[in-house]
T-cell receptor, first 110, second 111 residues
């Protein structure tokens, strides 16, 4: 079955870049997503990428996809304290139902 | 309106109570979802309603029952819950595959 793996924690200094990594097993994945969840809130879709792309940039966010290695990353430039949250990687293979990773807690310290 | 609205935001209920969680969206999205989320865990899918068809995660106990009065509403009825059902319940909707818009959730405590 599908499996999405993420490291559980990442700690960075304010102003540095953060890179959150994700690996998935389903070779038929067609859409890959990054969601952000702040404490006590629902998930917020940050960005997504189609499997025929290898990069997408949106302001401070850069998504890189290595389809051969089934590896997805999210780079946040100039990380701020407001970026502290849990980041979930997710994938679908053409259905309405995404498979979520366990989430990476990003901690930004001064 | 680009939001998914969930009510109530917090709910405390006893194990013999019956309550309902409400979810509404006015974005014309074709699919609506209920997720359960425990602390420090990813959301777990409970139900999906898309194209007027309800799909159920078979591991969800029958004390949870969804109701879809129309394409903008997806309610979740709760009956005879257990303390382990205490969690954050998230509603979401989507138009595009997997690109979900989530509500802010209902924090449920079963006592």
């Amino acid at each position: 079955g599908e499996d999405v793996e993420q490291s559980l924690f990442l700690s960075v200094r304010e102003g540095d870049s953060s890179v959150i990594n994700c690996t998935y097993t389903d070779s038929s994945s067609t859409y890959l997503y990054w969601y952000k969840q702040e404490p006590g809130a629902g998930l917020q879709l940050l960005t997504y990428i189609f499997s025929n792309m290898d990069m997408k940039q949106d302001q401070r966010l850069t998504v890189l996809l290595n389809k051969k290695d089934k590896h997805l990353s999210l780079r946040i430039a100039d990380t701020q304290t407001g970026d502290s949250a849990i980041y979930f990687c997710a994938e679908t293979e053409g259905s309405y139902i995404p498979t979520f990773g366990r989430g990476t807690s990003l901690i930004v310290h001064p | 309106d680009t939001e998914v609205t969930q009510t109530p935001k917090h709910l405390v209920m006893g194990m013999t109570n019956k309550k309902s969680l409400k979810c509404e969206q006015h974005m014309g999205h074709r699919a609506m979802y209920w997720y359960k989320q425990k602390a420090k865990k990813p959301p777990e899918l409970m139900f999906v309603y898309s194209y007027e068809k309800l799909s159920i995660n078979e591991s969800v106990p029958s004390r949870f029952s969804p109701e879809c009065p129309n394409s903008s509403l997806l309610n979740l009825h709760l009956h005879a819950l257990q303390p382990e059902d205490s969690a954050l319940y998230l509603c979401a909707s989507s138009q595009e595959l997997g690109a979900l818009t989530f509500g802010s959730g209902t924090r449920l405590t079963v006592v």
